[in-house]
């Protein structure tokens, strides 16, 4: 199925000057986060004359039920990915339109019609989709210039696993139409290793850093709308999940471990862009080794394990014996220089 849950998506110097106008006489409603938020009145003081409620920093069962009593005609999101999940769910429980105000590049989850959910505990649970209403999303430049820069720098690489993931579960072209535009689409985001990243570019915000902001944001989520299973997560992400259960790697952003998972999976299929991968990767100080994420030798016979039964929960194909994958990780124990 293609699914796409945005009308208007406005990536402008001032787009937050706009708000007022798309809430019109409705009443509104902000689901606000603890540093976002703030920063968003800096830019825009008049934010702070609309209603605003507190996220409690986790997409959980809980936190939707308690916010869920409130019942404005329209939500507007300000914060980063998990409170715009929260949000989506929340809107489309009670089917009304959605406004949101990414305030982290770092995810694409103003443009996706799902949910991640989580326990209280920050524990990942399940994922919802739904048909939910995005009215717009408002990107607006003063104040994603001022974000953090690491968030940026693991949302690229979160959006540059689009491609070699799809590419993992759909080859590079297909005669499904929704798959090949989510393909193609997956590509451009598969091309942005190719434009400079580095802090002084993010903060000076020229016409690149506004194309990888647009991909990271937008592009990226629109992948999965239209090529839906097709051009999901896969190997990568899997190695994500598993990192995640190792208290070591908490430090580390989602686009960092689904780095590391990167090579892992590129590994995994012998591709000839392993090495262009794994350079890039370290040229932008993302880890590359077990030792960076803090996983020891002795460890790793776990982490095979828990890889091997997050691809069998996830329904990926294609993995081969759990002895390559091991010998793929020892090899990835420490820094490779070369
Ligand atoms: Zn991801």
């Known amino acids: 199925m293609i699914r796409q849950a945005v009308l208007e998506y406005d990536h402008s110097h001032d787009a937050l000057e706009d708000l007022h106008t798309v809430i019109g006489n409705r009443e509104a409603l902000i689901l606000r986060g603890l540093n976002g938020?703030?920063?968003?009145?800096?830019?825009?003081?008049?934010?702070?004359?609309?209603?605003?409620?507190?996220?409690?920093?986790?997409?959980?069962?809980?936190?939707?039920?308690?916010?869920?009593?409130?019942?404005?005609?329209?939500?507007?999101?300000?914060?980063?990915?998990?409170?715009?999940?929260?949000?989506?769910?929340?809107?489309?429980?009670?089917?009304?339109?959605?406004?949101?105000?990414?305030?982290?590049?770092?995810?694409?989850?103003?443009?996706?019609?799902?949910?991640?959910?989580?326990?209280?505990?920050?524990?990942?649970?399940?994922?919802?989709?739904?048909?939910?209403?995005?009215?717009?999303?408002?990107?607006?430049?003063?104040?994603?210039?001022?974000?953090?820069?690491?968030?940026?720098?693991?949302?690229?690489?979160?959006?540059?696993?689009?491609?070699?993931?799809?590419?993992?579960?759909?080859?590079?072209?297909?005669?499904d139409a929704g798959i090949q535009s989510g393909l193609s689409l997956a590509a451009q985001c598969g091309e942005l290793m190719d434009l400079s990243i580095h802090e002084q570019n993010f903060r000076h915000y020229g016409p690149d850093i506004r194309y990888l902001v647009d991909h990271v944001l937008a592009v990226g989520g629109a992948v999965g709308g239209f090529g839906d299973a097709g051009t999901r997560v896969a190997v990568a992400h899997a190695v994500h999940n598993a990192l995640s259960r190792f208290d070591s790697t908490h430090q580390w952003l989602h686009g960092d471990k689904v780095g590391f998972g990167l090579i892992v999976q590129e590994r995994l299929i012998r591709s000839d862009d392993t090495l262009l991968l794994e350079d890039w990767l370290q040229s932008i100080d993302a880890p590359t080794s077990l030792t960076q994420l803090g996983i020891r030798p002795d460890q790793v016979e776990e982490l095979v394990t828990s890889i091997v039964e997050e691809i069998t929960i996830q329904g990926i194909r294609n993995l081969e014996d759990s002895e390559q994958l091991k010998e793929i990780l020892i090899n990835l124990q420490e820094v490779v220089y070369k």
């Open 37 to 175: 938020y703030g920063e968003a009145v800096r830019v825009s003081p008049c934010l702070a004359e609309i209603p605003s409620v507190r996220f409690y920093g986790e997409c959980s069962d809980e936190e939707i039920n308690r916010l869920n009593a409130y019942r404005p005609d329209v939500w507007i999101a300000v914060g980063g990915g998990k409170l715009i999940d929260t949000a989506k769910r929340i809107a489309f429980t009670q089917s009304v339109p959605l406004i949101v105000v990414p305030t982290l590049v770092s995810n694409c989850a103003a443009f996706t019609p799902l949910s991640v959910i989580y326990t209280e505990e920050g524990s990942y649970t399940r994922y919802d989709t739904f048909p939910v209403v995005i009215e717009r999303v408002i990107a607006d430049e003063r104040l994603l210039r001022e974000s953090p820069y690491d968030y940026f720098k693991a949302g690229v690489i979160d959006t540059v696993a689009k491609w070699f993931e799809s590419r993992y579960i759909s080859g590079t072209t297909s005669r």
